[in-house]
């Protein structure tokens, strides 16, 4: 049997020379190779032409030319190694019914080589999804896939970008069957330099209103109903919080604590509060919800302490003392990662006329707040320089939709 190998390549300036070579010694395994962007040189393989930057489009677009019941997924950023299909094949043939076989991982960063040896998910499916956050369990490249599995499942869905992947294997995973092929690594070259949470934070919410809460969480006891909910908010406002989507962990808190009030979720629902830059509101909530009483006057005297902080780095931008703050920039993060630092480094960027720079910082002041309007009026303005309004619009759609 052959198969078909998709390259997603979204990014048109990224080449893929690298991934081509690797395939040399696994062409007898090879029916057809598509590329779904444009060929810049003729390499004898077929070329789809796309030109959006949504994943999903390009992941659709080759499942529909792919003509071979599976289908192998690589990017631009990756290298196969010489025995991985020949492996993969093997594993078919003694789990025939297999949709997805995935390899672990080589992560190149810079001189650094990060080595993922992920697990077997083959019949352990429910772990898999109590994890909540399958993208660090899972590769989506060097994967191969059952062709069939996928069209059935409805394809690859756009509103999650480069998440596209695992919300297919999310939605679908009761009718999936994965198997690690546990000798196969696939290389990747690819470093992002910067990843957009939000998409994390989308899909996370997504799937958590999609399966009942109790088979989600289903080594919970839920003879407890009301501690039982509290912990599962918890843990899902804990995630968001990771994806610095605190607007969205912070509802979660509040569920939890309605179902059981507890001093853990108070603090982290506070917290919340904090890195959205709500002062007010997170030492009105330290004051009224039985924080205790030595925690609650050293929280209170954390946020006078930033507003101060904040307060000062305003008058030294305003004073044109900027080198000054970008000297102690590690220092300012370690003390107070939140939108409103997050925004204030944004402008700074702008005044220093990096624009692209400005705009990731304001994007990532936004994402931890989607409600301030101050910090989307400067994420607006640097969108519309840059002519990235829709991916603007797209953003906020995804954190409070």
Known sequence: MKVSVCIINDRPDQRVDKTLNSLKQNTDFIDEIILSSEVVENTGIKSLDNGDENEAVHRNACLKAAKNPYILWLSGGNELEDDTLEEYLDILDDFPGTDIIYPNEVIMEKDEEIVQNHTDWYDKKEALIQSLSIEKYLPKWGVLTKKDSLERAGGFEERYGPLTFYAMVYKNLKNLSLKLSDLSFVNSYESETFIDTSYHSRLLRDIVKEFDTAELFASLDWKN?????????????????????????????????????????????????????????????????????????????????????????????????????????????????????????????????????????????????????????????????????????????????
Do not use: W
């Open 225 to 401: 109903e009301a501690l039982a909910r509290t912990v599962a908010y918890t843990m899902v406002g804990d995630r968001l919080a990771e994806y610095f989507d605190f607007f969205n962990a912070s509802n979660f808190y509040r569920q939890a604590l309605m179902s059981f009030h507890n001093q853990e979720t108070l603090r982290k629902l506070i917290d919340s509060y904090y890195k959205m830059g709500l002062f007010d509101e997170a030492a009105k909530m330290a004051r009224t919800q039985g924080m205790e009483t030595d925690e609650r006057q050293e929280f209170i005297n954390k946020i006078e302490t930033t507003k101060k902080l904040i307060e000062n780095i305003e008058n030294s931008v305003k004073e044109g003392r900027i080198a000054e703050i970008l000297g102690a920039a590690g220092e300012i993060f370690g003390f107070y990662e939140g939108a409103p630092m997050y925004n204030i480094f944004g402008v700074i960027e702008y005044l220093l006329k990096n624009p692209i720079q400005a705009y990731r910082y304001f994007y990532k002041a936004v994402t931890m707040n989607p409600v301030d309007n101050d910090i989307i009026n400067n994420l607006a303005d640097m969108a519309k320089q840059l002519n990235k309004e829709d991916e603007v619009l797209s953003l906020i759609n995804r954190i409070t939709k």
